[in-house]
């Protein structure tokens, strides 16, 4: 459990010295417990207290970083149980496994798929993180579906062995790439340990439980392997979100510094659609790593869809930049349609006019990040700030027709509108489904 103001108020000089800026020591510790100053603002503090405080400090949950460059993935990092509390801080890594049995022509059609697997929703990109390669054959296969991975994909690694020569010769070929090396159990813990310190890898600690696997990670903290991911194995769904429940609240609730790191989970259902969906349980419920062996688009997307709103900060609305958008090969004739900043709103506008294939253009107005209804019963949609969008971005000059089409839910505002903006208000459909049929039947 963190410490509160007073807390830390104890373990201060408490000489109101002022030398931190603060009037007083329990300001500071009010405004450390904040994380709003850093410790070393205070002269005076013991090197005892600052140990305490700066281990305090460290995240509940480890940052772990798998890969090097643009891909690198970044998983931890957490301080909360749930979002709405402040927010989820790095997005859940979603990895495919790559059995080494496979001939080297089905190893670069998969990553050329794999690779593939990136989209753009709500003006976010939505990607996939890491490719695992599983040993199921000989030392020398491992190797070569390695090579073969490594040469055909710059997505960070995971490397999959039980036998701990193989996991070190693949380990030795990729660690620029700085893969995750699966696994280190209670059975072989300083071996692996061993191979993960002296190539400075991030390691996979599995167990058969939360017991088990807080022992592990002690054993393996004290060859001196910090650098750690969770498992704890092939379970049923519900026993499965069990631990991964109590890893986080050990961790958060109970500062448990050895189950301090996230968790990884391999999904095992053959069927596509089970799959899909365990994997989005997974998410739901506090993986950091999930493992999947199905590339199918429509799969992927559905469980990128759901990461990417479960990651998204409940207290930031996602936004687009205001302004005027020609769509297609839009002219001085081409209809306008207005709508809010935020991004759900406009994309899905976006794609009703793309889909009417009519060019037009769409305003969208500074709403920070509100939808239509909400920003209008916010008083941050209406005729005032339609009319000084209409102003700041130019739609005058843009066009040589009066006619603007509003949401048909916020109807109420064309009066106030056409006075104030000088423009004629053609009331559009209330739902975004209907707009390519309005747009063609608007002459």
Not at 4 to 16: C, E, V
Not at 46 to 58: M, S
Not at 111 to 129: C, D, M, P, T
Not at 403 to 427: H, R, T
Request: glycine fraction near 6%.
């Amino acid at each position: 459990m963190a410490l509160s103001g007073l807390d830390i108020y104890k373990l201060l000089p408490k000489t109101n010295c002022r030398q931190c800026g603060l009037a007083t020591c329990l300001a500071f510790a009010m405004q450390l417990a904040k994380k709003a100053v850093v410790i070393e603002k205070c002269p005076f503090i013991t090197p005892e207290a600052k140990n305490i405080l700066e281990a305090q400090a460290l995240p509940p949950i480890k940052l772990i970083s798998l890969g090097s460059g643009e891909s690198k993935l970044d998983i931890g990092n957490e301080t909360v149980m749930f979002r709405h509390e402040e927010k989820f801080r790095n997005p859940a890594g979603l990895g495919f496994i790559i059995e080494d049995s496979l001939n080297e022509g089905q190893i670069r059609s998969a990553l050329e798929k794999i690779n593939r697997l990136k989209f753009e929703r709500v003006g976010q990109a939505l990607e996939v993180n890491l490719v695992a390669i599983k040993q199921s054959k000989d030392a020398k296969r491992f190797i070569e579906a390695t090579k073969l991975v490594l040469s055909n994909t710059s997505l960070p690694l995971m490397l999959i062995s039980s036998d701990p020569a193989s996991l070190k010769g693949a380990a030795e070929l990729s660690k620029e790439r700085r893969p995750l090396l699966y696994c280190a159990t209670k059975d072989n813990a300083s071996q692996i340990g061993r191979i993960a310190k002296e190539l400075d890898l991030p390691l996979v600690a599995a167990g058969k439980n939360i017991d088990e696997l807080a022992q592990l990670t002690g054993e393996l903290n004290a060859l001196g392997v910090n650098n750690l991911i969770l498992d704890t194995g092939s379970k049923p769904v519900t026993e499965k979100i069990w631990d991964l429940t109590q890893i986080r609240r050990q961790a958060l609730k109970k500062s448990n510094r050895a189950l301090g790191y996230p968790a990884l989970v391999i999904v095992e259902a053959a069927d596509p659609y089970e799959e899909a969906i365990e994997a989005a349980a997974y998410i739901s419920k506090y993986a950091g790593l999930v493992l999947i062996k199905g590339i199918e688009t429509w799969e992927v997307l559905s469980i990128l869809t759901l990461r990417q709103n479960i990651y998204t900060d409940p207290q930031k609305p996602l936004q687009i930049e205001p302004k005027l958008y020609p769509i297609g090969q839009a002219s001085q004739n081409s209809p306008v349609l207005i709508t809010t900043n935020f991004s759900l709103s406009y994309y899905t506008v976006l794609g009703e006019v793309e889909a009417s294939k009519i060019p037009s253009y769409i305003l969208s107005v500074d709403t920070e990040g509100m939808s239509v209804l909400t920003a209008w019963a916010a008083e941050k949609f209406n005729a005032q700030s339609i009319t000084r969008s209409l102003e700041k971005f130019g739609v005058k000059e843009a066009i040589k027709h009066k006619n603007l089409i509003i949401p048909g839910y916020v109807a109420v505002m064309s009066g106030d509108l056409e006075e104030q903006s000088g423009f004629k208000v053609i009331v559009g459909p209330k739902e975004a489904a209907g707009i390519p049929a309005f747009l063609k039947n608007l002459n």
